[in-house]
Nanobody
Framework: QVQLVESGGGFVQAGGSLRLSCAVS????????MGWFRQAPGKEREFVAS????????IYADSVKGRFTIARDNAKNTIYLQMNNLRPEDTAVYYC?????????????????WGQGTQVTVSS
């Protein structure tokens, strides 16, 4: 069984930056494609970014492209989401997901394991 623990969320003003981390335990992160999703109150969970299992190919939602960067450090069993130029509409709980496959996906149903989430709040 895989456990995922997110950290790094917080409160930031618009234009600021945060770096989220997702620590993987139970199995090495290199066994999984990984993704970040977010969910705002009253909304469905939406795709943010994913990174493939072997060649680290990233995919981004259009809303974050050019502002967010996903990365993985398999030696540390950790996945990161660097978020720059944050906007109030980025406010949400951010979740890390792991998928048994080579490539991540944009649909949360594709992912097999989830963390508990970390809150990101961006003020205007």
């Amino acid at each position: 069984q895989v456990q995922l623990v997110e950290s790094g969320g917080g409160f930031v003003q618009a234009g600021g930056s945060l770096r989220l981390s997702c620590a993987v335990s139970g199995r090495t992160s290199s066994n999984y494609a990984m993704g970040w999703f977010r969910q705002a109150p009253g909304k469905e969970r939406e795709f943010v970014a994913s990174i493939s299992r072997t060649d680290n190919t990233p995919i981004y939602a259009d809303s974050v492209k050019g502002r967010f960067t996903i990365a993985r450090d398999n030696a540390k069993n950790t996945i990161y989401l660097q978020m720059n130029n944050l906007r109030p509409e980025d406010t949400a709980v951010y979740y890390c997901g792991a998928r048994n496959g080579y490539y991540g996906g944009r649909t949360h149903e594709l992912y097999h394991f989830w963390g508990q989430g970390t809150q990101v709040t961006v003020s205007s």
